[in-house]
């Protein structure tokens, strides 16, 4: 088996994107806890369904950012081929 240097590249880039991808389930579990426990505070207390909406989205789109960059580094690494 005979793998050049640029193929050995190439394969870790792979193996990389992938890994970076897995940054997704963090940021999805996370949003669903959120909004189950968001959904039960409005359950509690629906006069404050507004006020609980507005933290529960500024909180997953913080939470989000993680996963976006993630799917950015795993893009980078299979599409940009810095050494071909």
Do not use: W
């Not at 394969?11 to 959904?39: D, E, F, N, R, T």
């Amino acid at each position: 088996m005979n793998i050049s240097g640029q193929e050995f590249i190439f394969g870790c880039s792979a193996i990389g994107a992938g890994l970076a991808v897995i940054a997704g389930i963090g940021p999805g579990v996370g949003q669903g806890i959120a909004a189950g426990h968001a959904a039960a505070a409005v359950g509690r207390n629906p006069g404050a369904k507004s006020d609980v909406t507005s933290t529960m989205l500024l909180g997953q789109a913080v939470a989000e950012t993680t996963g976006l960059y993630g799917l950015l580094i795993a893009m980078l690494l299979l599409f940009v081929k810095p050494f071909t």
